[in-house]
Structures are given as structure tokens and as C-alpha cells.
């Protein structure tokens, strides 16, 4: 889906830069077999934007602020990460006594906020990450977790990598969880971004 839009994208642009360029060769005369004082709009259409006066002007200008926001929407859209629903707190109910005369089984509840900021202590504590944002998803069946790291200079990517390793089987060790999708996305300091997945 997302190299579908992706495609999308570029022929929409494509097609926009290509009628806006025949548009102003029309107008300068440099576009072959077209004068420049034809019109490139039927007469009714003329007419009508004439008899509208300056609200034509103002009906274009709405319609491409609406235009540019949707678009806004759609790019931010399909560059930021899905984050999702998050992930609802866990619930833990301890095993029935042996004895009839025990206490009764009681239920203990794990915040998520607890799991992100534990996770997220553990990832800033390597010396090349500054910051760590954190957001579990999905269920308890299928957690999904997503994070961001603000890297310092000169940060060896494989190295984190194996860091990350570790700080996932600790998260699963400690929680209970095991995250079956996994993203991570790396904000160097002097350098483009670069997803891991």
C-alpha cells in the first residue's frame, strides 16, 4: 500500500508540473502550434469567472488552502510512524494456594507507562543515545513496540543494534512481553535518518 501511494504521489506531481509548465509556455508563445493570446479556457468558463469578479479569486484561494492541507495530511500521513491504540495495562492474577486455608488469589495490574519508562531508562543509558521515545501497541498477545533514538556524534550503528538486542530480551525477560513487530527509528545528530526494522 505504501509504494502505491508512493506511486501515486509522483505521477499526481508529475501531471501538476507538467500542466503547469505547458500553461506558461502557452502564455509566453514558446509552446509549438499554440498561439499566446489563445485562450486555454472554453468561453463559458471565462465568462463565468468574469461575472464572479474578485470571489472567483477568493473561491480559488479556499480551494487551494483546502487542497494543501489534505495534502499536508496525506505526506504527514505516510512519512510518520503509525504509532497505533497503546497498549492496555497488564493484568496478572496469582495462581490459587495449595492450602484451602491460604489467601486467595489476588491480581496484580502493570502499568504500560511503567513498561515504556522502563525500557526507556534502559535504552539511555547507552552512552550514544540521548533521548528515547518509546510507544507500545497492539495486545498482550501481540505487542508491537516503536521507538525513536536521538543518537550523539560518531555512533556505531552496529553496536547499538547489539545494545537494542539486549535492552528487547531484558524488556521481554522483566515484562513478560514478546514485541513481534519492532521499529526503530534513528535520528542522528549530523547525519539523515535511518530506519531499522
Sequence with gaps: ?????????????????????????????RLPRVDSSTALLPPGVRNQWHDWGTAAWLILA?????????????????????SGQPLPDLLRTDPAPDRPDGPAPGRTRVRTTALVHGIQRDLTRHPKVRRASIHLGGDEANPHLRARLELGDRCDVDQLQSYLTESLARFTATSGLDPTVVHVLLVPTSRAHARVR
Design 62 to 82: 479556499a480551494a487551494g488552502l483546502v487542497v494543501a492541507v489534505l495534502a499536508f495530511l496525506l505526506i504527514r500521513a505516510q512519512l510518520l510512524p503509525r
Design 1 to 29: 500500500m505504501a509504494a502505491f501511494n508512493r506511486a501515486l504521489f509522483i505521477a499526481l506531481a508529475v501531471l501538476l508540473v507538467a500542466i503547469g509548465a505547458a500553461g506558461t509556455l502557452a502564455s509566453i508563445g
